[in-house]
């Protein structure tokens, strides 16, 4: 049985965090590595990767950094095969690197241009590689390691999109007229990934191994004052969540705190989708 502390105790076990310099993902690792894990900090940015695996280590944790492309299957086998020469194992697999749209200073000006209508076909599967593709091969290749080693633990980020519908008012300015600033697929891609979480628990029933969802609410990013309130007035708690928010979510579904869950979606979003 053991004791609380016991259950959310990681140490020992290795995990692999994509997306790991990303602003929730880095929240991931540092909760990971405090929590006594192995780290390895996955990203398409291997330079970031290299950094901020260096600072855990200085910190006194077990870290390294990887470059990874999610969408090529060699180099989502080569980071798997990383973990397992470093640490000996692979225990957890946290799948957070994805293309997300952001609504913020920098990108607002380019994001009027999602009208469904005529969006690219060429966006569209960019991001299907990414999002879906690219969460679809790293669990391949986590899995084989799980099953091996016959235990195991995938968590899928998701998000309330993938739950609900955007609400494309909040993102609209005084003067503006409205128009689309989530694209079509932040939803259908993100409505996936709970597809293949249902799935793959299922699928690796009597394994050892479980697979769970994390949906998110808004997390603040220095966004500007209108829309932080347009955002938090949606939301049953008032406002947008800290950026480590998820952290306690993310540890129990990644500990034996959660060993009667699988197949299941943990929502983290301040009552967004309450209402």
Known sequence: MGTIQQKFDLTGKTAIVTGGIGLLGSEFCRTLAEAGANLVIADIDAPRALAQGSQLEEAGYHAIGV????????????????????????DLL????????????????????????????E??????????????????????????????????ICSTYGLVGP???????????????????????????????????TYYAGKNIRVNSLTPGGVYNHHDEVFTQNYSARTVLGRMA?????????????????????GANLVVDGGWTAW
């Open 67 to 90: 470059g990874v492309d999610i969408t090529r299957p060699d180099s989502v086998q080569a980071l798997v095969a990383r973990a397992v020469e470093t640490f000996g194992r692979l």
């Open 94 to 121: 946290v799948n957070s690197a994805a293309m997300d749209p952001k609504f913020d200073q920098e990108h607002v000006g380019a994001q009027g241009a999602n009208a469904f209508e005529t969006y690219p076909l």
């Open 123 to 156: 966006a569209w599967n960019q991001a299907l590689s990414v999002n879906l593709t690219g969460t679809f091969l790293c669990c391949q290749a986590a899995a084989c390691e799980m099953v091996r080693q016959g235990s195991g633990v995938i968590i899928n």
């Open 167 to 201: 609400d494309q008012r909040i993102y609209k300015r005084p003067g503006q007229e409205a128009q689309a600033f989530k694209p079509v697929f932040y939803s259908v891609t993100k409505s996936g990934i709970l597809g293949l979480t249902h799935y793959l628990a």
């Open 242 to 262: 800290h950026k480590d928010e998820m952290n306690g979510a993310l540890l129990f579904l990644a500990s034996d705190a959660s060993s009667y869950m699988t």
